[in-house]
């Protein structure tokens, strides 16, 4: 917690100072409501969660339960906490089954952490005692397998890469049977970003799961996001939601951006969990994602 609250330290406040001011300072009028909404809305909530939040406030106050200032914070902190579902299932679901490993495809857009998200998702697995492939699928950045085979030697996992500008769903289906023959736990595929038509991500994808499943069931589908990006990364989202069922989106650059609101949106206007956070460039600057100490961190 203390490390999120410190890697979220351009967010942490944001909502928070100027809400709770407004909420701790008694009878609220119209002009205070509209700052309330114009504060929400500016962290990224979107419309409908900070309608939603606004109105579970309101509610709260009429009813008398908010006389201190600290009585804003916890109102403010349960009604956050409600809007992220914490009964969604947040876990990465990355336990092998009896005829193979599990299996998990990192997508997202060019840029958005992908490689990186799977480099940190591998140490986080061997350091938890299991054994990992990695299937560099992403074929037209050959920088992006380089990139991977880097984090490979770094944590301990075995790669499977293709030539530059081969299929990707070819590297992907080499890096599932490598894993079968060797036994390993966990197959994690980077797969290519590029966006350039929707049919094209669709065919590219699609083919990597189908095929993919020749040999064993994918457990995850990971959607790597772009925090800073805001309301683009939720386009982006949307069309990759369209191509493929997603179990789970990775929220990166956490720290780099005041605009940690953009989870309430994910999970509004996509309904699927935030799983992971990133938080940092580095190795370990990968956490679960944990609604009460993210709304913490807010606040
Ligand atoms: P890809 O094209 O989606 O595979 O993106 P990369 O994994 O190559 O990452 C793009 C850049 O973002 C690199 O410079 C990464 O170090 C950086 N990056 C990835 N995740 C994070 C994060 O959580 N925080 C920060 N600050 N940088 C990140």
Redesign the pocket.
Known sequence: LSRLRGRLSRSQGAIGASVLGLLGAGDLDEDSWEEIEDTLVMSDLGTGATATVVERLREELAAGKVRTADDARSALRKILVEQLHPELDRSVRALPHADGPAVVLVV?V????????TGKLARVLVADGRRVTLGAADTFRAA?AD?LQTWGERVGAGIVRGKEGADPAAVAFDAVSRGIADGVDVVLIDTA?RLHTKTGLMDELGKVKRVVEKKVPVDEVLL?LDATVGQNGLTQAKVFAEVVSLTGVVL?????TAKGGIVFRIQDELGVPVKLV????GAD?LAPFEPEAFVDALL
């Open positions: 997202g060019n840029g958005v952490g992908k490689t990186t998200t992006a990139q970003g790597v990166t650059k956490l720290d780099g990133g938080l940092g460039e600057d």
